[in-house]
């Protein structure tokens, strides 16, 4: 769907990209993950052309980059940055509509696909539709910001940190939000962070980067359990493991056995349980329909691990 | 505080009146209901603003009203005999602008109704002046006299001031778009506009003398009237001047547009045009108004200079009447030029604000 080969991007004697190839497949979650200045965010906008490479050749769709016209490669992904970039003078629903718009789609389309995309991030259409920027808090923002990208249905999406300005608790709401929308409709994205949580629970490819170099590329679990070398182990940390938790779901393990006590949502994740079970000190925690036990967890930690 | 000077003729001293010894006894009356109204301040009442404006308005419209009878009076010994105006009735003036002005800056709920019930006391006045109550104060006379040169006047002041605004945002607003765009050649742009704006106005009219004679010795200049003196020197001059302010407002107006929104617009396929046209001149235009907004109060006031240079407008009577030394004539210039000043500024701070609204 996307493929980098061999691409650098020179700043005047300053190498921001050095010779990074990489394949993202259709339907698939890509996350550039590393310190600040590494060059991942240069390399997502190479790939819309917000930058142009010195050398390499991306190819997006099969095709090659250079022969988009380059607002018609730019119409085809959706992008999403940090700072939300919502036309300040423009209401909810006309920022969703821009893309819509620049592709002619007729009035009546763009209002129901608005009304559509609000809803799919979980926002009310006749409360929010009419509001200014200004009005929104600064998740409700990146939400906005999630349905505008989304609005003209592209296939692929980019994402430059976009839950990077938010609060803790409402990040880890919209992680969780866009996790799920994510998998009902199955886009092409390439989602740069620095936010090892983040990625680890959103990627299904995670691409390590330093220094302008890939320094690896693969699932959460092989890069959390296989680390290349000392900088990756060290980027990840200690509990680096730990957050590989987070990628599956308290209802996928849960046994059949009955217990008392207050209930944990299935929604929550291996790692919420496992805090859970060393708050309470126990070694199984009730869910709604059974339980889950520590042994269940770790069953989940060796499969990993063969 | 004398409050009138009734003249002889119109350029003689004559004897000076307070508002008791002019107009009487019913005097006392309007003094004992201002009275009243700072009586009524003490209370509490949600009325209270609305009430005071009305009384206000009252006896300040009586008052007008007794001095015009008083001044038919005054004058109807002879034809020549002037009444002007005198200190006193300027405070007076400024102390019922106080009074309203500090009562409207409360929100209340009755703002809109105080405000068309003080501007009834401008209707009221014309209304008396159209019947000729005034007649035989000095400035509606000199308007008599001049009534022709006046409406000219008018005319060829507001050609000149709308005009070299309008001429102005033609130059100034492309012009401080180029800089915003071209980050090099924002001194470049800027820094001669500023020289402009330091330069007096009669210097520039010295400057301006040489190429614009030359330039009216071209027929198709000539038939438009260019000369070396003229109206053409104090439009070139006035325009020059609007640049500035025009020009330094655009450049801030753009450079206020965020960089993320425009990235934003960039990322989403829109061409350089569509950017300019949907996001960044939207943004800047509440901007860029304000700026038109400063030049056309500046160039409405400046505009007075053109009667210095044979230019026209009501400078003409500003400049003759300190000739004459005659305050009333000064006056006849000046209060139209203060009147125009607050209306287009006010036209065009509901204009902003009707853009501004639009957005939210």
Do not use: F, H, T, W
């Given at each position: 769907m996307i493929k980098l080969v061999d691409v650098y991007k020179n700043y005047e004697g300053y190498e921001a990209v050095r010779g990074i190839s990489f394949q993202v497949n259709e339907g698939e979650l890509y996350v550039l993950l590393?310190?600040?200045?590494?060059?991942k965010s240069t390399t997502l906008r190479l790939i819309n052309r917000m930058v142009d490479r010195t050398s390499g050749d991306i190819y997006v769709e099969g095709e090659h980059v250079d022969n988009f016209q380059v607002e018609s490669l730019r119409k085809k992904m959706g992008y999403v940055i940090q700072s939300t970039g919502l036309f300040p003078h423009m209401n909810v629903e006309d920022n969703i509509a821009t893309v819509p718009l620049l592709l002619k789609w007729d009035a009546k389309r763009i209002r129901e696909r608005c009304k559509e995309m609000l809803k799919l991030v979980g926002l009310e259409p006749d409360t929010y539709a009419k509001k200014l920027p200004k009005e929104l808090s600064g998740g409700e923002a990146q939400r906005v910001g999630v349905a505008r990208a989304l609005a003209s249905d592209p296939h692929i999406l980019l994402m430059d940190e976009p839950f990077g300005a938010v609060d803790p608790i409402s990040r880890l709401r919209l992680q969780n939000e866009f996790k799920e929308i994510q998998k009902k409709l199955k886009k092409t994205v390439i989602f740069v962070t620095h936010d090892v949580e983040e990625a680890l629970l959103l990627g299904d490819k995670i691409c390590i980067m330093r220094d302008g170099e890939i320094i690896q590329e693969g699932t959460p679990e092989e890069v959390i359990?296989?680390?290349?070398d000392a900088f990756v182990e060290d980027f990840f940390g200690k509990e680096g493991a730990l957050s590989l938790l987070t990628r599956f779901k308290a209802r996928d393990h849960c046994e059949e056995v009955k217990m008392e006590g207050e209930a944990l949502s299935e929604d929550a994740s291996l790692k919420e349980a496992l805090s859970e079970m060393i708050l309470r000190g126990v070694d199984r925690v009730p869910l709604e329909n059974g339980s889950l036990s520590l042994h269940g967890i770790m069953e989940v930690i060796r499969g990993e691990h063969q | 505080m004398k409050i009138v000077e009734v003249k002889p003729n119109r350029i003689v001293n004559g004897e000076r009146f307070t508002a008791y010894e002019f107009i009487g006894w019913p005097v006392l009356l309007v003094g004992a209901g201002f009275l009243l109204i700072a009586v009524l301040s003490l209370s509490t009442r949600k009325m209270k603003g609305l009430m005071t404006i009305v009384t206000g308005a009252f006896l300040f419209t009586v008052f007008l009203y007794l001095m015009g009878l008083s001044g038919q009076v005054a004058a109807s010994d002879s034809n020549s005999i002037r009444v002007s105006l005198s200190m006193g009735f300027y405070i007076l003036l400024l102390m019922i602008y106080l009074l309203f002005g500090h009562v409207m800056a409360k929100k209340d709920k009755y703002l809109t109704l105080q405000k068309s019930i003080a501007l009834l006391i401008f209707i009221s006045m014309l209304v008396f002046v159209y019947l000729g109550l005034f007649d035989e104060f000095s400035i509606v006379k000199e308007y008599g006299i001049k009534k022709n040169q006046f409406m000219d006047s008018l005319t060829t002041h507001l050609f000149l001031s709308l005009g070299s605004v309008t001429f102005g945002s033609l130059i100034a607003i492309p012009l401080g778009y180029l800089a915003y765009r071209r980050k090099k050649l924002e001194s470049a742009v800027m820094v001669p506009l500023s020289i402009v704006e330091t330069i007096p106005s009669l210097s520039l009219f010295g400057i301006l003398l040489v190429p614009l004679a030359g330039l009216g010795r071209i027929d198709f200049f000539r038939s438009l009237g260019i000369r070396g003196i003229g109206w053409a020197p104090a439009f070139v001059a006035l325009t020059l001047y609007t640049l500035l302010p025009i020009g330094r407002n655009t450049l801030v107006g753009f450079t206020t547009v965020e960089r993320d929104v425009i990235e934003a617009a960039q990322g989403m396929g829109m061409s350089r045009k569509q950017i300019f046209r949907k996001i960044e001149f939207p943004l800047a235009l509440p901007i860029i108004i304000t700026g038109v907004r400063i030049a056309l109060v500046q160039t409405v006031g400046g505009a007075v200079i053109a009667g210095l240079v044979g230019g026209g407008g009501l400078g003409t009577f500003v400049f003759l009447g300190l000739a004459e030394a005659s305050q009333d004539l000064v006056l006849l210039g000046v209060i139209p030029i203060v009147l125009l000043t607050l209306i287009l500024d006010k036209t065009l701070k509901l204009v902003i604000d009707r853009i501004r609204r639009r957005k939210s």
């Open positions: 590393g310190p600040s200045g590494c060059g359990l296989k680390p290349k | -």
